[in-house]
């Protein structure tokens, strides 16, 4: 059973600067894929950024050129650089994870194992 917990969430302004946490336990994070997604109020959630077994990463277009994601291996984590943070970014953010080599985005109903959220407000 693959548990995980996140952290990192916060209130920053527009323009800041957050990390995101997600430690992995049951399983080893390098073989699942790995992925963020986030939801606000009344919407659905969406893919945010994956990170796949064999080390590919896909982000959602608008946030590709302001988040990073990435695995420590030693530390069972992943970790959700988020840089030049917008107001339309503010959400409760979720990481997922799931077994298998299929990896994508959209696929959010095939992950299985997912954190208890943790929430970003960003400020204009």
């Known amino acids: 059973q693959v548990q995980l917990v996140e952290s990192g969430g916060g209130s920053v302004q527009s323009g800041g600067s957050l990390r995101l946490s997600c430690a992995a336990s049951?399983?080893?994070?390098?073989?699942?894929?790995m992925g963020w997604f986030r939801q606000t109020p009344g919407a659905e959630r969406e893919g945010v950024a994956i990170?796949?077994?064999?080390?590919?990463?896909y982000y959602l277009r608008s946030v590709r050129d302001r988040f990073a994601i990435s695995l420590d291996n030693a530390r069972n984590t992943v970790y959700l650089q988020m840089n030049n943070l917008k107001p339309e970014d503010t959400a409760l953010y979720y990481c997922?994870?799931?077994?298998?080599?299929?990896?994508?985005?959209?696929?959010?109903?095939?992950?299985?194992?997912w954190g208890q959220g943790t929430q970003v407000t960003v400020s204009s």
């Open positions: 990170h796949t077994i064999d080390d590919d990463t």
């Open positions: 049951g399983y080893s994070a390098r073989n699942l894929c």
């Open positions: 997922a994870a799931k077994t298998g080599w299929s990896c994508l985005l959209t696929q959010i109903d095939d992950f299985p194992y």
